[in-house]
C-alpha cells in the first residue's frame, strides 16, 4: 500500500517557510534555466521567419555571409536569366539583386554607436518578402537618396526616425518611410535602392542574389545549375537556410554560456534541497517509525518522501516559469557573430520550452531528494520509534 499523496502534500503545507525558501532557490534556477532557452529560440526564430522557403539566396562561393560575398553585374545576369526563375505579373524574374554595407550609428540619447546594415535592393525585393510591410510614410524611389528604415532601428537609433537624415557613403539619405518585418532581422536593417548604394559606396559588385523559383520543386536542379557553371562561382541556399545558418555561432554561445549558469546554479539549489529533506527527515523520525509500524515497506516511504522533494521541486519550476514567461514582453539587442551587426530579437516561449523546463526541476527535485528519502527508507522501525 502506498502513503496518500493529500498526506504528502500536507507535510509541505505544514513547513511554509523552509518550503517556500526552497522553493525559491529552485525558482531562481528555473527562470533562468527557461530564459535562456528562451532567449535562443527568439534568436532562431528571429532569423528563420527572415528567410522565405520558396526563395533562394546567392552567395560567393566559401563566403558564410553577404557581408563576405561578391556577386559580379556579369554574374548576376547570367542568373537572372535562367529558366527555373519566377516570373511577375509584368512577365519579369522575381529577382532581387542585392548590396549590403556596414555602417555605424549612434543610439538614441547615447554616444555608444553600433553597426547596422544597409540593404540596397532591387524593385522586387518587398514582393520576395511578404513580411516586410511599409507601416509609415512611402517606399523609396528607384535612383533617389532615399532610404526606408525597420521598424527597430527607427526606435534605437538617432536620425532613423521618419522625415529625419543619415549621413553615409558621402551622401545625405534622407527617410521616406517605415517598415516592419514581423520580428525578423529585416527590421534590423535599413533599406535603400541598391545601385544607387553602390555608387556610395563605390562598389563593383553586389552582395547577394534572392529570387524566387517559379516551382519549388525545382530547387535540387537550380543549385546543381548555378554550382556547376564555372562563370559563377556561386552557391545556392533556400533563405530560411541561409539565415539559419546565420544564427549558430551565437546560438551556441547562448547555449553554452546559459548551461554553464545553468548548471552552477542547480548544483546550489540541489546541494539546498538536500539540506530541506535531511531536515525533514531528522524531524521526522517518530513519523517515519509510526509510518513503518502501521505496515508501509521501505519503497513506500522511498517513494513518499522523493515524491516531496519533487512536489518541491515542481512548485520552484512553476513559479520560475511564471517569472521568465514575463521576458517575452522584452526586447534584447546584441552584435550578430555572423555579421558584425547589431541584431534584435526578443524572448519567446512555446511548448517544448515549457515541457524541458519543468523536467529540468522535476530533475533537480529527484537528484536533491534522493538520499534524504534513501536515509528515510532505511531506518529500523525499532530505532525510529525510541527515537520518538
Given at each position: 500500500?502506498?502513503?496518500?499523496?493529500?498526506?504528502?502534500?500536507?507535510?509541505?503545507?505544514?513547513?511554509?517557510?523552509?518550503?517556500?525558501?526552497?522553493?525559491?532557490?529552485?525558482?531562481?534556477?528555473?527562470?533562468?534555466?527557461?530564459?535562456?532557452?528562451?532567449?535562443?529560440?527568439?534568436?532562431?526564430?528571429?532569423?528563420?521567419?527572415?528567410?522565405?522557403?520558396?526563395?533562394?539566396?546567392?552567395?560567393?562561393?566559401?563566403?558564410?555571409?553577404?557581408?563576405?560575398?561578391?556577386?559580379?553585374?556579369?554574374?548576376?545576369?547570367?542568373?537572372?536569366?535562367?529558366?527555373?526563375?519566377?516570373?511577375?505579373?509584368?512577365?519579369?524574374?522575381?529577382?532581387?539583386?542585392?548590396?549590403?554595407?556596414?555602417?555605424?550609428?549612434?543610439?538614441?540619447?547615447?554616444?555608444?554607436?553600433?553597426?547596422?546594415?544597409?540593404?540596397?535592393?532591387?524593385?522586387?525585393?518587398?514582393?520576395?518578402?511578404?513580411?516586410?510591410?511599409?507601416?509609415?510614410?512611402?517606399?523609396?524611389?528607384?535612383?533617389?537618396?532615399?532610404?526606408?528604415?525597420?521598424?527597430?532601428?527607427?526606435?534605437?537609433?538617432?536620425?532613423?526616425?521618419?522625415?529625419?537624415?543619415?549621413?553615409?557613403?558621402?551622401?545625405?539619405?534622407?527617410?521616406?518611410?517605415?517598415?516592419?518585418?514581423?520580428?525578423?532581422?529585416?527590421?534590423?536593417?535599413?533599406?535603400?535602392?541598391?545601385?544607387?548604394?553602390?555608387?556610395?559606396?563605390?562598389?563593383?559588385?553586389?552582395?547577394?542574389?534572392?529570387?524566387?523559383?517559379?516551382?519549388?520543386?525545382?530547387f535540387d536542379g537550380f543549385k546543381r545549375d548555378v554550382e556547376g557553371d564555372q562563370r559563377l562561382t556561386l552557391d545556392a541556399k533556400r533563405e530560411q537556410t541561409f539565415y539559419s545558418d546565420q544564427s549558430r555561432a551565437l546560438s551556441t554561445f547562448i547555449s553554452i554560456l546559459g548551461l554553464t549558469l545553468s548548471v552552477i546554479f542547480s548544483i546550489g539549489a540541489m546541494i539546498g534541497a538536500t539540506i530541506t529533506m535531511y531536515a525533514s527527515v531528522a524531524n521526522r523520525v517518530g513519523e517515519i517509525g509510526t509510518l513503518r509500524a502501521l505496515g508501509f515497506q521501505r519503497r513506500n516511504i522511498l517513494a513518499a518522501f522523493l515524491t516531496e522533494s519533487m512536489l518541491l521541486a515542481v512548485a520552484g519550476g512553476v513559479v520560475g516559469l511564471a517569472f521568465a514567461s514575463l521576458m517575452q514582453f522584452l526586447s534584447f539587442s546584441t552584435t550578430n557573430f555572423q555579421s558584425f551587426s547589431e541584431l534584435a530579437f526578443g524572448f519567446k516561449l512555446n511548448a517544448a520550452i515549457v515541457f524541458k523546463t519543468l523536467l529540468f526541476s522535476l530533475g533537480m527535485g529527484m537528484v536533491g531528494g534522493f538520499l534524504p528519502a534513501l536515509r528515510a527508507a532505511r531506518m529500523k522501525i525499532v530505532d525510529a520509534l525510541r527515537a520518538a
Open positions: 500500500m502506498n502513503i496518500p499523496f493529500s498526506y504528502i502534500a500536507r507535510n509541505l503545507w505544514a513547513r511554509r517557510l523552509t518550503t517556500a525558501l526552497t522553493a525559491g532557490g529552485l525558482a531562481l534556477v528555473v527562470f533562468v534555466f527557461a530564459a535562456v532557452l528562451m532567449l535562443d529560440e527568439g534568436l532562431r526564430n528571429t532569423l528563420v521567419t527572415t528567410g522565405e522557403y520558396d526563395n533562394v539566396v546567392l552567395i560567393r562561393r566559401s563566403a558564410e555571409t553577404e557581408v563576405q560575398s561578391g556577386v559580379e553585374r556579369g554574374q548576376a545576369n547570367i542568373v537572372a536569366s535562367h529558366p527555373a526563375i519566377g516570373l511577375g505579373s509584368d512577365g519579369q524574374p522575381m529577382l532581387s539583386k542585392e548590396t549590403l554595407v556596414l555602417i555605424s550609428l549612434n543610439k538614441r540619447g547615447s554616444d555608444k554607436p553600433s553597426n547596422i546594415i544597409i540593404r540596397g535592393v532591387g524593385e522586387r525585393a518587398l514582393a520576395l518578402r511578404p513580411q516586410v510591410k511599409l507601416t509609415a510614410g512611402r517606399m523609396f524611389r528607384p535612383g533617389a537618396s532615399e532610404i526606408i528604415a525597420g521598424a527597430s532601428i527607427a526606435r534605437r537609433f538617432s536620425g532613423a526616425g521618419i522625415g529625419e537624415t543619415l549621413r553615409f557613403g558621402q551622401r545625405e539619405w534622407t527617410v521616406v518611410g517605415l517598415f516592419d518585418a514581423g520580428n525578423s532581422g529585416f527590421d534590423s536593417e535599413i533599406w535603400g535602392d541598391a545601385d544607387q548604394l553602390m555608387q556610395a559606396f563605390r562598389r563593383t559588385a553586389y552582395s547577394s542574389i534572392v529570387l524566387r523559383l517559379g516551382d519549388r520543386g525545382r
